[in-house]
């Protein structure tokens, strides 16, 4: 059985930085979409970034330039380095694998199927 | 950006009871359409995609039906378990975004 575990949250100013790691098992993060998904508190869910199989990432408008998503293939880690933090990065931020069906009539279509347990990210003066 | 619409927000229901949840999308989204279930301070679990299809593990009193831009999360006898909040997230183009989440409360 697939597991994701985050690690790296904690509380931050405004400012700084901070990187999370999401150490991934049961599957391999190079094959996969891999994406950060946030919970600001009480809030609903926000896509944040991606990385596809092939390298390419993307990024939401509301972290455009501040945050970057990586791969460590050898560690089957997904990292999200989060620069220049605001109070709205305040939220639990989950490590998702965005899967689909293998050789099935549903190849293509993608959903979050694997999540992590989340780690809360605190920024606060 | 496509932008996804609940309705309700929020519910309250019996145990028992056959609710249904709707999501709508801002342009068509085809089938691409997932449906999840969050239990308060836990991760989101997925329950329905492409619209229509059972994630493996998922009880059978779990469906969703719907395509273009009008879809339906329905749980056919809300189990006490059941008591969570809702998400629809489409999945037809980027961003993937969520919708605001429907929360099922005890009547």
């Known amino acids: 059985e697939a597991q994701l575990v985050e690690t790296g949250g904690g509380w931050i100013q405004p400012g700084g930085s901070l990187r999370l790691s999401c150490a991934v098992s049961?599957?391999?993060?190079?094959?996969?979409?891999m994406s950060w998904v946030r919970q600001a508190p009480g809030k609903g869910l926000e896509w944040v970034s991606v990385?596809?199989?092939?390298?390419?990432?993307h990024y939401a408008d509301s972290v455009k330039g501040r945050f970057a998503i990586s791969r460590d293939n050898p560690k089957n880690t997904v990292y999200l380095q989060m620069n220049s933090l605001r109070a709205e990065d305040t939220a639990v931020y989950y490590c998702?694998?965005?899967?689909?069906?293998?050789?099935?009539?549903?190849?293509?279509?993608?959903?979050?199927?694997?999540w992590g347990q989340g780690t809360l990210v605190t920024v606060s003066s | 950006d496509i932008q996804m619409t609940q309705s309700p927000s929020s519910l309250s229901a019996s145990v028992g009871d056959r609710i249904t949840i709707n999501c709508r999308a801002s342009?068509?989204?085809?089938?691409?359409l997932n449906w999840y279930q969050q239990q308060p301070g836990k991760a989101p679990n997925l329950l329905i995609y492409?619209?229509?299809s059972l994630q493996s593990g998922v009880p059978s009193r779990f469906s969703g039906s719907g395509s273009g831009t009008d879809f339906t999360l329905t749980i056919s006898s809300l189990q006490p378990e059941d008591f969570a909040t809702y998400y629809c997230?489409?999945?037809?183009?980027?961003?993937?975004?969520f919708g605001q989440g429907t929360k099922v409360e005890i009547k």
């Open positions: 998702t694998r965005e899967g689909t069906p293998k050789n099935d009539i549903l190849t293509g279509y993608y959903s979050f199927d694997y």
């Open positions: 049961g599957f391999t993060v190079s094959d996969n979409y």
């Open positions: 990385v596809y199989s092939g390298d390419i990432t």
């Open positions: 342009q068509s989204v085809r089938n691409y």
């Open positions: 492409a619209a229509s």
């Open positions: 997230q489409q999945s037809y183009s980027a961003p993937r975004t």
